[in-house]
T-cell receptor, first 114, second 110 residues
Framework: DTGVSQDPRHKITKRGQNVTFRCDPISEHNRLYWYRQTLGQGPEFLTYFQNEAQLEKSRLLSDRFSAERPKGSFSTLEIQRTEQGDSAMYLC????????????FGQGTRLTVV | EDQVTQSPEALRLQEGESSSLNCSYTVSGLRGLFWYRQDPGKGPEFLFTLYSAGEEKEKERLKATLTKKESFLHITAPKPEDSATYLCAVQGANGQNFVFGPGTRLSVLP
């Protein structure tokens, strides 16, 4: 396993369109996280899953954002009716629940809304 | 609410000039404190986990230390390839999400 994989790496979309991103975690990791990062800021938590259950969602997360993790494997993050303020790097990370719980990140998806 | 602050915001060093980065945190029971390195346009790369006050971890020119309120990342004799943003994060006792600081942007000049 080569680590966390995200697709696509870059996405340019017009305002109002829907976009979907995919994340494939490290295979033995049962936790999967989504973060958003804007220039000069640290990653901001969006949501996380333990296996297929979505256990926490940021209070700041708009209803236009939805995430799924069917069968506890890969995850998708969908943004509906995109706005210019959604432009950011979307990061996925995975970790174990017990033992060494550090999160390992993918390379991110850079979203630009024009 | 868990919070992380980092200082300085940016740091410029000459090659070989040692220094330290600070991460101050407030958390309701610390499960772990994590240091990451991030290069421009890439995802954060894991460096260290610290679990309890007094713990230290080392990797090449980097050494991370932890007290009950803050962590330091010491960089000894840095090289230009150490230039990156260094992020600090905490995970509280509830073991849920990671809360990140804003990062310190390090530039090492040859």
């Amino acid at each position: 396993d080569t680590g966390v994989s995200q697709d696509p790496r870059h996405k340019i979309t017009k305002r109002g369109q829907n976009v979907t991103f995919r994340c494939d975690p490290i295979s033995e990791h049962n936790r999967l996280y989504w973060y958003r990062q804007t220039l000069g800021q640290g990653p901001e938590f969006l949501t996380y899953f333990q296996n297929e259950a979505q256990l926490e969602k940021s209070r700041l997360l708009s209803d236009r954002f939805s995430a799924e993790r069917p069968k506890g494997s890969f995850s998708t993050l969908e943004i509906q009716r995109t706005e210019q303020g959604d432009s950011a790097m979307y990061l996925c990370a995975s970790s174990l629940v017990l033992g060494d719980t550090e999160a390992f990140f993918g390379q991110g998806t850079r979203l630009t809304v024009v | 609410e868990d919070q992380v602050t980092q200082s300085p915001e940016a740091l410029r060093l000459q090659e070989g000039e040692s220094s330290s980065l600070n991460c101050s945190y407030t958390v309701s029971g610390l499960r772990g404190l994590f240091w990451y390195r991030q290069d421009p346009g890439k995802g954060p790369e894991f460096l260290f986990t610290l679990y309890s006050a007094g713990e230290e971890k080392e990797k090449e020119r980097l050494k991370a230390t932890l007290t009950k309120k803050e962590s330091f990342l010491h960089i000894t004799a840095p090289k230009p390839e150490d230039s990156a943003t260094y992020l600090c994060a905490v995970q509280g006792a509830n073991g849920q999400n990671f809360v990140f600081g804003p990062g310190t942007r390090l530039s090492v000049l040859p």
